[in-house]
């Protein structure tokens, strides 16, 4: 049987993600502070195994007990497969170095970052005692690679994300294992983060009228384009450990 965790699926690419999953009869565990009735409802109606379990990823002790139970929950299954698609993500605090406010930057560390690598260590440790292969998809930006004025912190968190991706999936080769780690780069999408940046002000952050620009145009990608692009990857089997994917590579 094969399991997949998604972090995030109550609503963008994350739902995206989880609801071809379903359509790909693979069972999914949903991780979010919200639940979200239409994946739910879906599930039903495919007769695919859904669960959704809340959790708020900026709070350690939430994260270490939610996942525990995860991963009880899936192991006890015998999965042949584990899927695990971190793309919770938040872009906030939006501001220049100095005038940032200090509680969201833990709170974006903790999300974009450490859930993730807390999550990842987990699983790869859990699934050296079963035959399970795991599979370990982190959702990263454009701004890892690039310095983008008001973003320090979205952009230092999924720097870490790619550097932990790297790190981790060569330490897996060196191991021999038959585990992978990747990261996606979906690019810009239609979401209520997207929304959210656009709700920043100009003083917080230059590009903000760029990014009003883009969704004037209709150049927001929607989720579903981009959450096929990624599975159909992932699911194709031959996926390159420890390299940091593009959607407009694969869409191209
Ligand atoms: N949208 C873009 O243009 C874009 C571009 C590049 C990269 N990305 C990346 O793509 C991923 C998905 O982004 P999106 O645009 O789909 O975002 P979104 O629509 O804002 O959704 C964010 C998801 O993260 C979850 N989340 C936020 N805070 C959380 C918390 N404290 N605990 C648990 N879950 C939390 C939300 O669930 P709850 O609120 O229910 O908890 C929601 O399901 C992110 O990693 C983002 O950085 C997005």
């Known amino acids: 049987m094969k399991y997949a965790i998604v972090t995030g699926a109550s609503k963008g690419l994350g739902e995206a993600i989880a609801k071809r999953l379903i359509n790909e009869k693979i069972a999914v565990v949903s991780v979010s502070r919200t639940e979200n009735d239409r994946l ?22 939430e994260v270490q007990e939610v996942f525990m139970e995860i991963a009880h929950l ?27 406010d ?19 260590n987990l699983f790869l440790g859990k699934a050296q005692q079963t035959d399970t292969k795991v599979q370990v998809i982190n959702i990263t930006s454009g701004a890892a690679v690039r310095p983008i ?22 330490e897996q080769k060196e191991l021999n294992t038959h585990h992978k780690i990747i990261a996606f780069s979906p690019g810009i999408m239609d979401t209520d983060m997207q929304a959210q940046i656009r709700s920043s002000s100009e003083d917080a952050f230059k590009e903000l009228e760029k990014f009003k620009e883009f969704k004037e145009k209709n150049m927001l990608r929607k989720t579903d384009v981009v959450a096929d692009a990624l599975v159909n990857l992932v699911l194709c089997g031959d996926v390159e450990s420890g390299k940091i994917y593009n959607v407009n590579d694969l869409l191209n």
Not at 50 to 58: A, D, E, I, Q, W
Not at 79 to 100: D, K, R, Y
Request: a neutral charge.
């Open 40 to 61: 739910k409802k879906w599930a039903l109606e495919k007769g695919v195994d859904y669960k959704h379990l809340s959790c708020n990823l900026s709070l350690e002790k």
């Open 74 to 100: 899936i192991f006890q299954n015998d999965p042949n497969e584990l899927l695990i698609f971190n793309n919770a993500g938040v872009i906030e605090p939006i501001h220049t170095v100095g005038n940032l």
């Open 102 to 120: 200090q509680t969201p930057i833990m709170r974006n560390i903790q999300i974009n970052l450490i859930a993730p690598i807390y999550i990842t």
């Open 149 to 170: 004025e008001g973003w320090s912190i979205y952009c230092s968190s999924k720097a870490g994300l790619n550097m932990f991706t790297q790190t981790a999936a060569q």
